[in-house]
């Protein structure tokens, strides 16, 4: 079976891998990259806990080809404390208790910040209707919901 | 599990060529959103991936005096984020962004909505309603056909072997055009759709000059109902009218009983997005 070769930058490391022709974005991070942050739920992209950015884009790596990955900047829940130091929303997660079993989380925040990025300030509709594709079976959505909104305004407070 | 070759060639004729050599086995990738989910389940088994996103002509959009080129593997967020597009067409481009999550819209592009050919296919029956015509490049050369003839039935094209769906042409809009797309799913987002209904119109003050009535969901091809068009050009858009044209609607559909809805529902619901798509559209027809 001939290795695809793949070039691509995952979290501002230009990182290189091989990967056959079936296997995921998804597949290559948890199995051979050893970032195990993203979370297969469904495989088949209806309940983002696989969400990465792709040149900005939020997707779902179970939805996307390793060999897909060439040339692209690739973001992932690795990529998103600094060192230490928890994103924003990170922190208010935790401090909030905006997860139970936490196995959506990662793509949660992944999404979240793919929101908040484009958009500082969402109303609560717009926050709900951009985590629609994030599914949490624990159903704690409200939680994540407010969590999303206090760091939307913190960070605006911040920004200013 | 058996090998897959992957290819992601710049140009379309070697996409073509790569194709028309995997001799039936092989698969166009756009999104993917719906490939790899048939990869997954064993649906799909291809022997060769044509990843067609390298392709320039496929992944953009261009205007030229007024008509719209979209690339068939451009995705639902680029669109949805296109203002010219928005402001011509925005019944085509809500229907392409009520596809899937935001995470699907990053990739799901309308030109595999259209090859997956579901019934269902929530951009088929705006684009139908907008006279959005397809170009189709395969080993023979390039041909052009309505958006509706392009599906064979579930699941099916009319693709021969080797061809792929280039891009959509959106044509040049009078003064006074609008357009609207609505479905009905039982729940707000993230569903298919159980009727989908795509209208399409132009009015020169209260009367309406052009319309084209695209429906979804309700036989095993979108439908073009020209029917429902007739009732509505010169008209003002009365409830005579109206009714008439949800008639049309009516007698068009072929739907099957599922979990989704029944033949009776399926056919009454078509009749009344058919009236709240026409209103919509006209309501944007008028402020164009």
Redesign the interface.
């Known amino acids: 079976?001939?290795k695809?070769h793949v070039s691509t930058i995952i979290n501002g490391e230009p990182t290189e891998f091989l990967c056959?022709?079936?296997q995921?974005v998804l597949d290559v991070l948890r199995e051979q990259l050893s970032l195990t942050g993203s979370k297969e739920g469904c495989?088949?992209?209806?309940c983002?806990a696989c969400?990465i950015l792709?040149d900005g884009?939020?997707?779902?790596s179970?939805?996307?080809?390793g060999?897909?990955a060439?040339g692209k900047s690739i973001e992932t829940i690795e990529g998103m404390a600094s060192g230490e130091e928890l994103h924003p929303l990170q922190k208010k997660f935790v401090e909030m208790a905006a997860l139970q079993c936490g196995i959506c989380t990662p793509g949660v925040l992944v999404?979240s910040k793919?929101l908040l990025d484009r958009n500082p300030d969402p109303t609560e509709t717009e926050v709900r209707?951009?985590?629609?594709?994030?599914l949490c079976r624990c159903t704690g959505y409200d939680k994540i919901v407010r969590a999303v909104m206090d760091v939307a305004a913190e960070m605006r407070e911040t920004a200013r | 599990?058996t090998?897959?070759?992957?290819a992601?060639p710049d140009t379309i004729e070697e996409a073509v060529a790569i194709l028309a050599a995997a001799n039936g086995s092989g698969r166009v990738?756009a999104?993917?959103?719906d490939l790899?989910?048939q990869?997954?389940?064993g649906i799909a088994k291809p022997g060769t991936?044509v990843?067609v996103?390298k392709i320039a002509e496929m992944t953009t959009i261009t205007e030229t005096d007024g008509a719209f080129r979209i690339g068939a593997a451009v995705?639902g967020?680029v669109i949805g984020e296109h203002e010219a597009l928005r402001t011509l067409w925005p019944g085509v481009v809500e229907a392409i962004n009520l596809i899937?999550?935001?995470?699907?819209q990053?990739?799901a592009s309308p030109g595999g909505n259209l090859c997956n050919a579901s019934p269902a296919a929530d951009s088929v029956p705006a684009m139908v309603a907008a006279g959005a015509t397809v170009t189709i490049q395969g080993p023979d050369g390039r041909r052009e056909l309505p958006v509706e003839k392009v599906a064979a039935g579930p699941g099916r094209t009319n693709l021969a072997k080797g061809e792929i769906v280039v891009s959509f042409t959106l044509p040049k809009r009078p003064k006074g055009s609008g357009d609207a797309y609505l479905r009905l799913i039982p729940r707000t987002?993230?569903d298919i759709a159980v009727v989908g209904c795509g209208v399409s119109l132009t009015m020169d003050g209260d009367t309406c000059t052009a319309a084209r009535v695209g429906l979804g969901a309700v036989a095993p091809l979108v439908l073009l109902v020209e029917d429902a068009a007739k009732a509505l050009v010169g008209s003002k858009l009365d409830d005579a009218a109206l009714e008439a044209a949800a008639e049309a609607c009516r007698a068009a559909c072929k739907p099957i009983d599922d979990k989704r809805g029944t033949i009776v529902y399926r056919t009454k619901i078509a009749g009344v997005l058919l009236k709240r798509a026409t209103a919509i559209a006209a309501e944007r027809a008028r402020s164009h």
């Open positions: 079976m001939s695809l056959d022709g079936r995921t495989g088949s992209g209806d983002g969400s792709v884009r939020l997707v779902c179970c939805l996307m080809l060999a897909e060439e999404a793919a209707y951009w985590l629609a594709g994030n | 599990m090998d897959i070759k992957y992601a990738l999104g993917g959103t790899l989910v990869l997954r389940a991936i990843d996103k995705s967020a899937g999550s935001t995470q699907v990053g990739r987002e993230m």
